[in-house]
């Protein structure tokens, strides 16, 4: 945590990942968070754990502590006039409302753009979608694997091309990037507020993340109108921009962008000082005219070795190139841990495990970061907050208006 937010409050009325990983952006960044979860449900990736859909280690489910570090919790049942009345007295003390609700749904509840502006005109709204704010999908539901990874061209991006089935991507892939956006997006529109005092309407789509983290390729596609031709790693343009496996079955990065400043070197280090003077690698454009017998060459030598062989004899060297990690090897990686990016939280439960913290480092300070609120944890302390009594905290619990 850091106070680059401190003092800025956050009503946040969504689930799953995508929203509320903004959310955790926003914390991480010192802002009060709350997150208004229902009492009986809660955010519905509490109950993957228990569900078996996803495994857990120690009881830690990291499918909500990941979106959801450093927050409070209120359970309220917003559909009841009680329970919005509430919601909009929280909405009434923040700078920012921050949703994933269909326009549909915003506007049965009452907490559309216009309702939430009539109780608190001053404050932020903050919209995430799957496919955008206009046009035929704008009250479709989309999580990332359909309107980031599929639509966004990201999937096709990866395709082998041969007709064999896409690669699936990863958990929350693109939810973690797009909150990053609604993130920083949230952070431009306070800069605005504080300099003009007018607010403004942040949205960012699942969609939209894909197209900018795409663009390379789509607008390439666009100016060249084909797409842009798929990944073959037998016959790379630049045989030492490449990725390459190793005798024990480990594999080695390596962006030599400017090749011939570093083909000597890298020849003697991988012990094949011949091809240094080989006429068909003598230059970039040699190599690019022999790719595949220059890439034959090059996939002989790093085989013929371990991945230890290659980190000596590649240390030092001049030129970009890493060890392609695990996940799991991350978590023990010493620049990880040096820069601080992989902080150490612990739950109520007292397990103790990391987390991934958002990216953005303010005065080289690693972030503090707390656990994830348990599902209604802050709810008497915040109503306590707005002035409630404790006989009135009771009652709204015995309505079921607020767990």
């Given at each position: 945590?850091?106070?680059?937010?401190?003092?800025?409050?956050?009503?946040?009325?969504?689930?799953?990942?995508?929203?509320?990983?903004?959310?955790?952006?926003?914390?991480?960044?010192?802002?009060?968070?709350?997150?208004?979860?229902?009492?009986?449900?809660?955010?519905?990736?509490?109950?993957?754990?228990?569900?078996?859909?996803?495994?857990?280690?120690?009881?830690?489910?990291?499918?909500?502590?990941?979106?959801?570090?450093?927050?409070?919790?209120?359970?309220?049942?917003?559909?009841?006039p009680d329970g919005l009345e509430l919601l909009m007295r929280l909405i009434e003390t923040a700078d920012v409302f921050?949703?994933?609700?269909?326009?549909?749904?915003?506007?049965?509840?009452?907490?559309?753009?216009?309702?939430?502006?009539?109780?608190?005109?001053?404050?932020?709204?903050?919209?995430?979608?799957?496919?955008?704010?206009?046009?035929?999908?704008?009250?479709?539901?989309?999580?990332?694997?359909?309107?980031?990874?599929?639509?966004?061209?990201?999937?096709?991006?990866?395709?082998?091309?041969?007709?064999?089935?896409?690669?699936?991507?990863?958990?929350?892939?693109?939810?973690?990037?797009?909150?990053?956006?609604?993130?920083?997006?949230?952070?431009a529109a306070l800069v605005k507020r504080e300099r003009t005092g007018e607010t403004s309407v942040v949205d960012v789509?699942?969609?939209?993340?894909?197209?900018?983290?795409?663009?390379?390729?789509?607008?390439?596609?666009?100016?060249?109108?084909?797409?842009?031709?798929?990944?073959?790693?037998?016959?790379?343009?630049?045989?030492?921009?490449?990725?390459?496996?190793?005798?024990?079955?480990?594999?080695?990065?390596?962006?030599?962008?400017?090749?011939?400043?570093?083909?000597?070197?890298f020849c003697t280090r991988l012990g094949r000082p011949e091809l240094i003077d080989d006429e068909r690698f003598a230059?970039?454009?040699?190599?690019?005219?022999?790719?595949?017998?220059?890439?034959?060459?090059?996939?002989?030598?790093?085989?013929?070795?371990?991945?230890?062989?290659?980190?000596?004899?590649?240390?030092?060297?001049?030129?970009?190139?890493?060890?392609?990690?695990?996940?799991?090897?991350?978590?023990?990686?010493?620049?990880?841990?040096?820069?601080?990016?992989?902080?150490?939280?612990?739950?109520?439960?007292?397990?103790?495990?990391?987390?991934?913290?958002?990216?953005?480092?303010?005065?080289?300070?690693?972030?503090?970061?707390?656990?994830?609120?348990?599902?209604?944890?802050?709810?008497?302390?915040?109503?306590?907050?707005?002035?409630?009594?404790?006989?009135?905290?009771?009652?709204?619990?015995?309505?079921?208006?607020?767990?």
């Amino acid at each position: 945590m850091t106070d680059i937010l401190s003092g800025i409050r956050v009503v946040e009325l969504a689930s799953w990942t995508f929203v509320p990983s903004a959310g955790a952006v926003l914390a991480d960044w010192g802002a009060d968070v709350i997150k208004i979860e229902h009492p009986e449900t809660g955010d519905p990736q509490r109950g993957l754990i228990s569900s078996g859909v996803v495994a857990s280690g120690g009881g830690v489910n990291h499918f909500i502590e990941q979106p959801n570090r450093g927050k409070r919790s209120i359970g309220i049942d917003t559909s009841g006039p009680d329970g919005l009345e509430l919601l909009m007295r929280l909405i009434e003390t923040a700078d920012v409302f921050l949703t994933n609700l269909l326009p549909d749904s915003r506007r049965r509840m009452g907490v559309d753009v216009e309702q939430v502006r009539t109780r608190n005109p001053r404050i932020i709204y903050a919209r995430g979608h799957g496919y955008g704010a206009k046009g035929d999908l704008a009250s479709q539901g989309g999580f990332d694997l359909a309107a980031y990874w599929a639509r966004g061209g990201i999937a096709d991006a990866y395709a082998v091309g041969d007709g064999s089935y896409p690669p699936v991507q990863r958990p929350a892939f693109g939810d973690v990037y797009g909150g990053l956006a609604i993130a920083g997006g949230i952070a431009a529109a306070l800069v605005k507020r504080e300099r003009t005092g007018e607010t403004s309407v942040v949205d960012v789509s699942l969609l939209s993340s894909a197209i900018w983290q795409l663009g390379m390729d789509i607008v390439g596609s666009g100016v060249t109108g084909r797409d842009i031709p798929k990944f073959n790693l037998e016959e790379m343009p630049n045989p030492v921009a490449s990725v390459y496996k190793t005798r024990d079955g480990r594999f080695i990065a390596l962006v030599l962008l400017q090749s011939d400043r570093f083909w000597s070197e890298f020849c003697t280090r991988l012990g094949r000082p011949e091809l240094i003077d080989d006429e068909r690698f003598a230059n970039a454009v040699a190599r690019f005219g022999n790719r595949k017998e220059c890439i034959a060459k090059l996939r002989a030598a790093f085989e013929s070795e371990d991945l230890s062989h290659w980190e000596k004899a590649l240390a030092g060297f001049g030129g970009v190139w890493d060890v392609v990690r695990t996940a799991h090897e991350v978590n023990n990686d010493p620049q990880a841990l040096a820069n601080g990016y992989l902080p150490r939280v612990t739950d109520t439960n007292n397990n103790e495990f990391a987390v991934a913290a958002s990216p953005v480092q303010f005065d080289e300070t690693p972030l503090r970061l707390t656990c994830a609120p348990n599902h209604g944890e802050h709810t008497d302390a915040l109503l306590t907050e707005l002035g409630f009594s404790e006989d009135e905290i009771i009652e709204f619990k015995i309505n079921s208006v607020v767990l």
